[in-house]
């Protein structure tokens, strides 16, 4: 499904700012020892940035007539709720939303807040032969003899038995909390209906959005296709466990690098930045929330102890892409000449944040020195954007949005940090040297 999604990821759908595309080296570069500098994004990407499980707190996981749950998401504009739960008194029976799942933002970015049961449905997963609804049904009951695929559940099944709408069944009321993130409060009023029933324990799941599409629009079922990855122990038993590990397996990080910026200089401290100090506002700032470089690389070609500067952008598609399913992440590299006592530094946006970005630490490295130097990178916080959950931040500048301002001194971001963790940093940018 991932594959399909490669239109995405063209320089004109994603939006990181790349007029910093041209390579750019200091006139009178003093010639020496060569050297090639290249960077990989070597993250083994991810579709879904969350996804969670759901039950009932009480003595039961079940969510009987009458009771409610609730958890918390973050989401950007575009990207959609999915969640499954099932029927309790049917053989195969779930509710869940509409493909492509519950929409969150109105199309000029607003939030939703308020009652969205309408979105919610009645779905056969085609497994099982459907009883009357009610307490007597048999689990796991008779399977069909030739599965069916999942389908919508019009006020009759296939058996005739008839179900009161999914909305009187179910109510959903989204609630948004500010700062991208909302919560889902999913309560049992079947109790009011011809069909009351329990619910299960069930799973949710938030896509990745990239160039308005989502990296997987449907990531729990789809209708019309067979049910998959777990989703029969749902809707035939309940058990929302075999599915939470599917979900869980295709969660994680997804984030291109924007254009790498490096530089080579000599008897000087790293040009960059320097931890515990505020954004100088020489063009750091743009590199770590647009991903835009030209301004550092501009200021950088004016300082005395500076020999060389570059911005890399990838091949076709300018940024630095992660490896998607089989086909590997970007890669870019450049040429150096160094001499001894010469020092190296880079910095590359973590596309997917409010001012992430990637740098080398402290006075950088040695250039002159060969092999993997990945352990001189580390990830920090330019204090400038207000952080929101990387992928899901409505104020994010690559999923549209314009970052809140805030001033704080840069600082490297703590890992587990209030969103996320994430993978080993030389699981995410490889640099070399050779």
Same mark, same amino acid.
């Given at each position: 499904m991932i594959h399909r999604k490669l239109v995405w990821l063209s320089l004109a759908a994603l939006p990181l700012i790349l007029s910093a595309c041209k390579k750019d080296k200091n006139e009178g570069t003093p010639t020496g020892m060569p050297s090639t500098i290249t960077i990989e994004n070597v993250l083994d990407?991810?579709?879904?940035?969350?996804?969670? /499980?759901?039950?009932?707190t009480g003595a039961s996981p079940v969510i009987m007539p009458g009771e409610a749950?609730?958890?918390?998401?973050? +989401?950007?504009?575009?990207?959609?709720?999915s969640f499954a739960t099932m029927y309790g008194w049917s053989n195969d029976l779930f509710f869940a939303p509409q493909n492509l799942g519950i929409a969150l933002y109105k199309a000029d970015g607003t939030p939703i807040s308020g009652d969205v049961s309408e979105q919610i449905r009645l779905?056969?997963? &085609? /497994?099982r032969i459907n009883q009357v609804p009610g307490a007597a049904v048999s689990h796991p009951g008779t399977a069909e003899t030739s599965p069916g695929n999942i389908t919508q559940v019009m006020g009759a099944d296939l058996q005739g038995n008839r179900y009161a709408t999914a909305s009187s069944l179910m109510k959903a009321t989204l609630q948004?909390?500010?700062n991208s993130t909302f919560s889902l409060t999913i309560e049992n /009023?079947? &109790?009011?209906?011809?069909?009351?029933?329990?619910?299960?324990p069930g799973v949710w799941a938030i896509s990745y959005i990239a160039g308005g599409?989502?990296?997987?629009?449907?990531?729990?079922?789809?209708? &019309?296709?067979?049910?998959?990855?777990?989703?029969?122990?749902?809707?035939?038993?309940?058990?929302n466990m075999p599915l939470a590990e599917y979900i869980k397996g295709q969660t994680g990080i997804f984030t291109p690098l924007s254009p790498i910026l490096v530089v080579v200089y000599n008897g000087i401290d790293n040009p960059i930045y320097k931890t515990g100090e505020n954004d100088r506002g020489k063009g750091l700032k743009e590199l770590a929330q647009k991903g835009d470089a030209t301004g550092m690389a501009g200021y950088l070609k004016t300082l005395s102890g500076v020999k +060389?500067?570059?911005?890399?952008?990838?091949?076709?598609?300018?940024?630095?892409?992660?490896?998607?399913?089989?086909? +590997?992440g970007s890669s870019v590299s450049q040429?150096?000449?160094? +001499?001894?006592?010469?020092?190296?530094a880079i910095a590359t946006m973590y596309g997917f944040s409010n001012d992430w970005f990637f740098a080398s630490k402290e006075n950088g490295v040695d250039a002159t020195q060969k092999g993997d130097i990945s352990s001189s990178i580390a990830l920090y916080d330019n204090g400038t954007a207000l952080n929101q959950f990387p992928g899901a931040g409505i104020t994010q500048f690559n999923l549209a949005g314009t970052p809140l301002e805030e001033s704080k001194p840069i600082q490297a971001v703590p890992n587990p940090n209030t969103f996320t963790t994430l993978p080993d940093l030389n699981k995410m940018i490889k640099v070399t040297l050779q």
């Open positions: 990407s991810r579709p879904l940035v969350e996804s969670g /499980t759901f039950k009932n749950i609730s958890f918390e998401f973050s +989401a950007a504009k575009g990207q959609a709720l779905w056969d997963n &085609g /497994t948004y909390k500010g /009023t079947s &109790g009011l209906t011809s069909n009351p029933t329990p619910f299960s599409n989502l990296l997987n629009p449907n990531p729990l079922f789809e209708s &019309g296709k067979p049910s998959a990855n777990g989703l029969t122990s749902i809707a035939e038993m309940g058990n +060389a500067v570059y911005v890399l952008p990838a091949a076709n598609s300018t940024i630095l892409l992660p490896k998607i399913g089989t086909q +590997a040429q150096l000449s160094v +001499a001894q006592g010469d020092r190296l």
